[in-house]
């Protein structure tokens, strides 16, 4: 059924309002900063283990060179031969978070509209930006899944995730493609499709669907958080207009040292075989969770992490951290409340020390 198109939030009828205003300015990266080390960290959805040594080597070597301005050519060449599209089409970024930030400041839009629950920066940046944003909000009951016709006609700018943080929703492509439409800027967050085996909903790549804007990030599978590398696949117009609005040199060398070598075919062989690992890790990590009667998973997964509802689980979560378990809060994400948690995949060992403190704090 069509959401309600009223003053934002949108919610589709007969849906409560989330009981207070979400933070969206809270991050996984909260959960674990200032700890000792001792917390092992179920909170940020970055590779463990990672970056890998020969990825650390480009890097350093690039070093030699930062004596000279930043050249982003050879890396927007690797990361357009990558998708098969033309260099015209690709824009480098400092990670997907600044992609947001000039989408916000750059594109024209009357009515932008944000499908909820999804990572948050999309909807801060718009609203620094001065805009009025509304808010479709997926619903549990049926597992968050997206109905085309939930997001308003008039939307001019839409953002949506795939696969989706929090929800680890993977929502098919073609269900995607119809929001894209003349007059609309369609923008869809792909940072974790590379941990997606054979990356099958991905739209990155299309040209056919007007208004498509999709954003890819580094930082999760490479372990680079700390780097900022990320792009921006759209029409030459869009990167002309984005471009603009960035400021000069805004991807330093090494980061773009980064991104020319995770777009290698030894690279992106390695990650298909990590997303192939993360696909077992998670159905383990959701095979021991459905051990717990009072815990229920959204379910099927399809990134780095779950999401998870049970009773009290803000004081589950204090619980796990006083055993050395950092878990990300899941009320910072509208459409979400206070009984929600997110997990990141790890791998088997670390996901069964988890499950010995869960069962702990749960009897």
Known sequence: ????????????????????????????????????????????????????????ARIAASLDTLAAYPDGGAARRAVAARHGLPVERV??????????????????????V??????????????????EVARVLLDARDGFRLDPAAVPEDADLVVVGNPTNPTSVLHPAEVLARLARPGRTLVVDEAFMDAVP?????????????GLVVLRSLTKTWGLAG??????????????????????????????AAAE???????LAEAEAAAREIAVDRAHLLARLGEFGQIRAAAPAAGPFVLIRLPEAHAVRAALRARGFAARRGDTFPGLGPDWLRLAVRDRAT?????????????
């Open 261 to 267: 070598a995770c777009c290698t075919p030894r690279a």
């Open 91 to 112: 824009l480098l970024t400092a990670g997907a978070a600044e992609a947001f930030v000039l989408i916000a400041r750059a594109v024209r839009a009357r009515r932008p």
């Open 114 to 131: 944000v499908v909820h629950p999804q990572f948050t920066e999309p909807e801060a940046a718009l609203r620094d930006a001065g805009h």
């Open 198 to 210: 054979g990356e099958g909903e991905a739209l990155a790549g299309r040209t056919d669907l007007p």
């Open 1 to 56: 059924m069509p959401a309600h198109t009223g003053p934002a939030p949108l919610r589709a009828p007969g849906r409560d309002a989330p009981p207070h205003e979400p933070d969206l300015r809270h991050h996984g990266d909260a959960e674990v900063r200032g700890a000792d080390g001792g917390l092992t960290d179920l909170a940020v959805n970055v590779r463990t283990g990672t970056p890998p040594a020969w990825l650390k």
């Open 227 to 256: 780097l900022r590398i990320g792009y921006v696949l759209a029409a030459p117009d869009t990167v002309a207009v984005l471009e603009r609005a960035q400021p000069l040199w805004p991807v330093s060398t090494p980061a773009l």
């Open 351 to 363: 996901t069964d020390r988890f499950a010995a403190a869960l069962g702990e704090v749960l009897t």
